[in-house]
């Protein structure tokens, strides 16, 4: 019985792609020149559509699921707002100090 090794082929690899750009073109580009697959004119949402399909129709790019991004944030979390297209920007945010308890009610 042989075991894999890191320096064997296999006929398919798994790849997380992430969406790049709010742009269509400038998005498909990236994920296209990422995969090693030709970039042609994206000219036209025709040209983008049939630059799209060509590796999908020739099953060298298999998409199997899209993930959105999502956050959970406590209550005391302040002024932070999740960019459109990813990434962290901390640079407003802070902390309200958590509610004293153990102090007795009248």
């Keep these: 019985m042989g075991s894999a090794t890191k320096s064997s082929a296999g006929d398919m ?25 030709p970039i042609p004119a994206l000219d036209t949402p025709q040209q983008a559509y049939a630059a799209e399909r060509a590796p ?20 005391q979390v302040r002024d932070w707002m999740a960019p459109r297209w990813g990434g962290w920007r901390l640079e407003d945010v802070w902390l ?11």
């Design 13 to 37: 690899r798994l790849v997380r792609q992430r969406i790049t750009s709010p742009d269509p073109a400038a998005a498909l580009s990236a994920l296209l020149d990422s995969l090693g697959e």
């Design 56 to 75: 999908i129709d020739a099953f060298r790019v298999i998409p199997l699921v899209h993930v959105t991004e999502s956050y959970g944030l406590g209550p």
């Design 96 to 106: 309200e100090p958590a509610p004293a308890t153990g102090g007795t009610t009248p």
